[in-house]
């Protein structure tokens, strides 16, 4: 064959297969996008032109606020909706003063309609601070959470500014509250719990400094424990501040509320330092009066 006709049929060969080529990348494109379709309905959708389900979807839960700014003692209306209705779960509602420290937290049961709805009183102790707050509410777990955030111009109130006896003890607390009015405080030493009686006007809290000489919570009497509160027998939420002598809480109350109860693990005893007190100069004085006397409780045979 010569050299000339072995070149002419090479060069018709790389013709041949220049032409197939775009036809097996076009087949080949074609298979692995129907491939693809068939196994992630995601990007079928998008191959077919259809709307991205990921931004068009609701959002799992959402937040907001009546208002966007409040001023001390204001009420503060928290809702949203869920995307889902859980049997039995509540939203979790944490809000946050700027510098990040919990100021209220609330468990809100969720309406079979799934929206939710809860009001606090903006003011107190864990207040102080002017700023940007922010809400934080969760559902059942952390992929549905929302936030949004509120203005507060500041609560004037530092610290408790009243004080009550403590009925049973020798002590006396520091208390504020508001929409309301304490009108005593005992202490139950079988329950270890102090029970304070109120009477309310509208929804509220009370922020109650608790020694801890008179009340404590503790594990293993060595590191702090956490209180339990009930507002009228119903478990509450609260916020604490501790100290090394003091633990302040702040509980949120509803309007009727008449009795909120503050269980920890150690109280007390009833006049118990008085009664060993006495105790102690009773068994002196028997010793000496014994001693001077003579006298001898055993009869002498």
Do not use: C, H
Not at 101 to 124: C, E, F, P, R, W
Not at 155 to 183: A, R
Not at 294 to 301: A, D, H, N, Q, S
């Amino acid at each position: 064959m010569s050299t000339r006709f072995s070149g002419f049929v090479l060069l018709a060969i790389l013709a041949a297969a220049a032409g197939t080529i775009p036809v097996f990348a076009a087949d080949n494109s074609t298979s692995m996008q129907n491939s693809n379709a068939t196994q992630y309905p995601y990007q079928k959708a998008i191959l077919a032109g259809a709307p991205n389900s990921q931004t068009t979807a609701s959002s799992p839960i959402t937040v907001t606020t009546d208002k966007a700014s409040y001023n001390d003692g204001d009420k503060v209306t928290i809702s949203g909706t869920t995307g889902a209705y859980i049997s039995g779960t509540p939203v979790s509602v944490i809000v946050r003063n700027p510098i990040g420290n919990v100021v209220s937290i609330a468990q809100v049961d969720l309406a079979s309609d799934q929206t939710y709805k809860t009001t606090i009183t903006a003011g107190g102790g864990l207040w102080q601070a002017a700023g940007t707050y922010e809400v934080d509410v969760e559902f059942g777990s952390k992929d549905r959470s929302a936030k949004t955030t509120f203005e507060f111009t500041g609560s004037t109130q530092s610290k408790p500014s009243g004080t009550i006896p403590v009925d049973g003890t020798s002590f006396s607390v520091s208390y504020s509250i508001t929409n309301g009015k304490v009108l005593g405080i005992k202490a139950d030493v079988q329950s270890k719990s102090l029970i304070v009686s109120v009477q309310t006007t509208g929804d509220g809290q009370l922020t109650i400094d608790l020694p801890r000489a008179l009340i404590d919570a503790k594990i293993n009497n060595q590191t702090d424990d956490q209180f339990f509160v009930l507002n009228d027998g119903q478990e509450a939420a609260f916020t604490e501040i501790k100290t090394d002598t003091d633990r302040t809480l702040t509980i949120p109350f509803t309007v009727g509320t008449e009795q909120i109860e503050i269980i920890g693990t150690w109280i007390i005893p009833e006049f118990g330092a008085i009664a060993a007190l006495v105790l102690a100069i009773a068994i002196i004085s028997i010793i000496a009066v014994s001693a001077k006397t003579g006298l001898r409780f055993m009869p002498k045979y």
